[in-house]
Structure formats: structure tokens, C-alpha cells
């Protein structure tokens, strides 16, 4: 098994948000959920890529390794989610890194927040010394070419993150958006996206709420809006038009009993939520109270169908680039001698 290359995982495509959420790594896990899959499963050359829309583990599996992972994930999620998972080995698996950086295994086709994810993922891995060569050079080659298809292709055209597409929808519910209240909860890279897509959007009045007030105050300095702290942003519910969540709670912000709360207050107005986070923020019950409408990211999928008709073109560009970059890279991985020099490439920032 030493020229091998596994992953398992479930993405957006395979596994419904619940499961998604039941399997994404909790906050006491931070900086350790690569340690804790390889102590778990016996693999070696663990590498775990985890975002909103997928949980994948990539490693250098002994002979059991598929099953014991499988084992894992089952024993993670409380019930058996084979039908969810998919399964590549050997160059699929460089294949479908590859795919993913360059934004093609996206249900956002060529977003760039993706790629960001695949970087951070790589550097965790380093930074718990459970990557090895396997991973260095597929993950460090992924990288590149992630960059390289999105500056020879147009295939960032339209909709290309998240939080555009969070945007997109609010403005799909309210085609102006200069006399509307949004409050946005969160102050990291989604909620900042989210942010710069509704200002470009003309966004009229804009929350940005958080529990840390000073990063709320420095995204709200950075892209305009007022920043509140976390409970006044749910004070600001009471006047607002559309609210997103993007915050890393690990628990439910807004649940069912404090919904019908707030549309008792505001007598029955519309209220339009969309959750972006993962875990979910707010709890589905939620859509059951009078004049409040709650999406979640999964619904976001519907936004962005029609840019991607377009761009079969620019798909199939990409697509070559991937192929020929992904075979020449699992080449050097089962060829050691066909490897530069210095197998250790500085990943560009």
C-alpha cells in the first residue's frame, strides 16, 4: 500500500446538511482533528479537508484503511452513511484534489473561497505532522494548479463564492435593497464575503454583528455598515428585512420558541433568514413562525444554476488542465526519482 492515495468523504452532491453538520469537526477540536482521525483509524499521511460543503479525509492507507475509516465516519455520525460517501483510490484520488481546488467539484462552479480551504487544510496537516510525502506533493501541486485554472480560464465568472451567492439571494427577494435592514452575524470570511457582496448591491442599512465586537468593528471599518455586539444584533432583528448567519457557534442561535417571539414583535413581517454556517446557526423550526422565511445553504444551490449553463466552455477548459496536471503529479508520486529535487515546495501565500 505504499504507492497508494485514498480519500473518503461526502460533499454537498452526496449528503444532505444534517449529516454534513453532524460530521463537521467541533471547536474543542481545533488544531487536532487530523491527530485524532489517524489515532483513530491507524492511517498514516492524514490530511482533512472540512468546509461547509464537504468532509473529506485524504491518507496513505495500510489494507484495512478504507474500511476503517468508513468505520469512523460511521461511528462519528451515530448511523451508517455509506450511501453518502465517495471513495476514490490511486490517481482518482490526486484527481478529485485536483478538481476540488480548481473549484470544479463545487456546487459554486470555480469559487474561490475553496481554494483558501484546501491551503488551510494542508497547513493544519503540517502543523500536526500527519502529513507525509504522499500529501506534501498532491496538496502542494493542487494549490498550484487551483491557481492556475482560475487565471487561464474564465471559469470565475458570475456567483464564485458563498457569500455572493447569499447575496444573490436577498437580492432575488428584494430587487431593491437600498431601503432594506440587513443584519449579518459573523465576522469571518464568509460573513465578511456576504458583506461585500450586499454593498455591492446596494445594501442600505447594515449590522454587523458579532460576539467579538472588534472584529465586527474592523469588517464594519473595512466594507461599511455598524458593528453591535452579538446580543444587540438580535435586538436589531425586530427592525431588519433579511438577516445571514455566519458565525462558528456549535450550537443554535435562533431556535424555534425565540422565532415566534420575534414575529409576535414585528406582527407578522417578513423576515427572510439565510443561514450560511455550518454547524447551522439557526434551528429549522424556525420557518414555522408566522412572516419568517429560512434558508439554508443548500437552498443557495438554486441561485447560481443559472450562471453555470453558460460556462460549459470554461468547465471543459479546466477540466483538461486538471487532467494533465493530476496524472503528471501522481507520475512523481509512485516515481520518486521524477520528483524536483527539493520535495518540499514553499506554498505561495
Not at 32 to 45: F, H, L, M, V
Not at 95 to 106: E, I, M, N, Q, T
Request: contains cysteine; neutral net charge; proline residues 3%.
Amino acid at each position: 500500500m505504499m504507492n497508494d492515495w485514498l480519500v473518503v468523504g461526502l460533499n454537498h452532491s452526496t449528503a444532505p446538511v444534517e449529516i454534513r453538520e453532524a460530521i463537521s469537526p467541533k471547536p474543542e477540536e481545533a488544531g487536532r482533528i487530523n491527530t485524532i482521525i489517524k489515532d483513530a483509524t491507524g492511517q498514516e499521511g492524514v490530511v482533512v479537508l472540512s468546509t461547509c460543503s464537504r468532509f473529506e479525509i485524504y491518507c496513505q492507507p495500510d489494507k484495512d484503511g478504507e474500511q476503517a475509516i468508513v468505520a469512523w465516519l460511521n461511528l462519528r455520525t451515530g448511523t451508517d452513511i455509506g450511501a453518502s460517501l465517495f471513495i476514490h483510490r490511486g490517481s482518482a484520488a490526486v484527481g478529485h484534489l485536483f478538481r476540488v481546488a480548481a473549484g470544479l467539484d463545487s456546487w459554486i462552479l470555480g469559487e474561490t473561497e475553496i481554494l483558501g480551504q484546501c491551503k488551510a487544510a494542508y497547513q493544519g496537516a503540517c502543523s500536526e505532522k500527519t502529513v507525509n510525502r504522499f500529501g506534501h506533493l498532491s496538496f502542494q501541486r493542487a494549490l498550484m494548479v487551483g491557481k492556475k485554472v482560475r487565471n487561464e480560464t474564465r471559469i470565475v465568472g458570475g456567483i464564485a463564492s458563498i457569500g455572493g451567492a447569499a447575496a444573490m439571494m436577498a437580492r432575488s427577494i428584494f430587487s431593491d435593497l437600498k431601503e432594506r435592514v440587513v443584519v449579518v452575524f459573523g465576522a469571518g470570511t464568509m460573513a465578511a464575503s456576504s458583506v461585500r457582496h450586499l454593498r455591492s448591491k446596494g445594501a442600505g442599512k447594515l449590522y454587523i454583528s458579532n460576539r467579538s465586537l472588534d472584529k465586527a468593528q474592523a469588517l464594519a471599518a473595512e466594507l461599511g455598515g455598524e458593528p453591535v455586539a452579538l446580543a444587540e444584533g438580535f435586538d436589531r432583528l425586530d427592525e431588519a428585512d433579511i438577516a445571514v448567519f455566519s458565525t462558528g457557534a456549535d450550537h443554535y442561535l435562533l431556535d424555534g420558541e425565540a422565532a415566534l417571539a420575534l414575529s409576535r414583535r414585528r406582527g407578522g413581517r417578513s423576515l427572510f433568514i439565510i443561514d450560511i454556517a455550518m454547524p447551522r446557526n439557526v434551528a429549522p423550526e424556525v420557518a414555522k413562525a408566522e412572516g419568517v422565511y429560512l434558508y439554508d445553504i443548500d437552498d443557495l444551490k438554486a441561485v447560481v444554476q443559472k450562471s453555470l449553463a453558460k460556462r460549459e466552455t470554461d468547465m471543459a477548459q479546466a477540466a483538461v488542465i486538471v487532467a494533465a496536471e493530476s496524472a503528471d503529479c501522481w507520475g512523481r508520486l509512485v516515481n520518486p526519482q521524477t520528483a524536483p529535487a527539493h520535495s518540499r515546495m514553499a506554498v505561495a501565500a
